[in-house]
C-alpha cells in the first residue's frame, strides 16, 4: 500500500510530432517551439533545418 506517487506524466504532455515525453505541459510547450516550430529555419536548397536562424542564414550563403 501507499505505493501511488503523484509524478506520473500528465496526459497531454507527449509530444505528437515526435513523441517525446515531457513532464509538464509547460515544457512540452517549451518543447514544441524550440523542435518543431520553425517554419522559415529551414534551406529550401538542401532541406536541412536549423534551430537556430543565425545558422540558416549563414548557412545559406554556403549553400548554393
Ligand atoms: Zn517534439
Ligand atoms: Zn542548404
Partial sequence: MGLFTR???????KCKKCGSELHSSERLKRHQKIAHDKKNDKCRVCGKEFPDPEDLRRHKKQCR
Fill in 7 to 13: 509524478n506520473t506524466v500528465e496526459s497531454g504532455t
